[in-house]
């Protein structure tokens, strides 16, 4: 089952949400807060739980209605229903299509006759049960408290979703959880130090978030996931993780997001199919009465409209429309002295059109082009950006792999193989001028890492401060110890069109 549209009338502050359409994978409402999101995710949970009463109708008005269609509902009637409507006044009743309206107590809180899967804000729990029960384990509350069961109907190695809780598990929290006996029932914790387990409760509400998550992510097949900010108690390497499961599973399940987070916004926005929705709120001038703040919902198709809600949640676009393309690096020490001399000395036509970016180190090379690739496709400028990014890396195999791994995944989305280069050295250092051939081999020579990283950053001052005190001298030094570099500059200089 999924949400095709919602319909509000006088519910909180909507004075009228007309035939508001989903997507049946992943919808996001972003907006500041009091805008109105919870209103539009508690309006769907009200076909499961009573979470919208008489006192949520809107100030001034007698009744509030909730009005939404779905695809046919899995209930055991020979017409499948497919609309419901609520009266914050009276019951919720539903229909199959053309049929006339009949009363409906909702759909069940237990797996699996449930629809829904809430994640209310106020979903922390002051209590776990360690009741270990068929009941706990399949209810669906919105709630952690039933929370070992889950985790124990999942723990045994013989079922069928125990490999995929695993290895959720092991993405998202880096550890599996597992649980043993603890009194008259059994506790959700990790082995630690052969049979000592510490517990999820005292490893804080982000783990106990994202498990929750998991856990329903692992059985739900064919529902509807409701979320208010996803992103509370995450951090953003566990968030990024947990973001990639729901993309998985939004093959199958909807979900209904509501965020202040740029990168739950940039990942799942940019999943296909997805819809982002600006929740705005307004209140009428002063001479109005009665004087009440309406909420409006705004569908975000373009990417004047997606990078408007990127702007109203603190984010930098990196001035995104000032680039004609980019060159990502595996080291800082590569880019500064592309990006301050060598471009300007050699390409100069790329001066104010290029971007440079360093990825700081080789493991964070295609995750750092992967958030770039990302970014664009969420704003939809995927066209513009495509074959216009560049990936160059150092010599050797750990290099070698990274650059066939981005080839093959990138192909699939049409990117040229000559967008990911590999140098012929393996060291950046060994492009620097003749003059300055026996401190590179002594700094490439420490073995102490962190001795090494000291000497090479004083290395590139070095370089730096005479390419600046003696310009001419090092830019026809640079012309033969560098060719290599400058050759690459070249063809990205004659690929953007001088």
Known sequence: MKILTLSLTNVRSFAKLEALQFSKSINLFVGENNSGKSTVLRSILTLQHDVLEGTDTRLGERDGRIDISTTPAPIRTKNPLTRFSRSLNGSLTSSAAGDSMSSFSGFSSSEPLNIIYPYLANRKVAKFSNVISEEHASS???????????????????????????????????????????????????????????????????????????????????????????????????????????????????????????????HLGAAPDAKVFYVKTELPSADTSPRLFTSTVELCETEVQRRKVLSDLGYDLFDADLWDGWIFFEESSAEEIVREFLIPWFCPTLNGRIRTFSARSLSQVSPKFEEFNRLFVYLHLTPTYKNKAWVIVDAGDAEKKVIEEMRFVYAASDWNKEQFIQLLQHDFERYYPAAFTDKVDATLAIDDKVLRREAKAKLLASVKAKCQSEPDEMKAQFAASGKEIIDFLEKIASSLGR
């Open 140 to 266: 669906i509350y919105g709630n952690h408290s039933f929370l070992f069961s889950k985790i124990d109907r999942l723990n045994a190695p013989q079922y069928s979703k125990y490999k995929s809780y695993a290895s959720s598990c092991l993405e998202v929290l880096g550890f599996e959880v597992g649980t043993v006996v603890s009194g008259n029932g059994k506790i959700a914790g990790m082995y630690a130090d052969g049979n000592k387990v510490i517990p999820i409760p005292s490893m804080g509400e982000g783990v106990v978030n994202a498990l929750g998550l998991i856990v329903d992510l692992v059985m739900a097949e064919d529902k509807i996931f409701v979320i208010e900010e996803l992103e509370n108690d995450l951090h953003p390497k566990a968030l990024k993780a947990l973001l990639s499961l729901i993309v998985q599973s939004s093959t199958t399940n909807q979900f209904i997001i509501s965020t202040h987070s740029n990168i739950v916004l940039r």
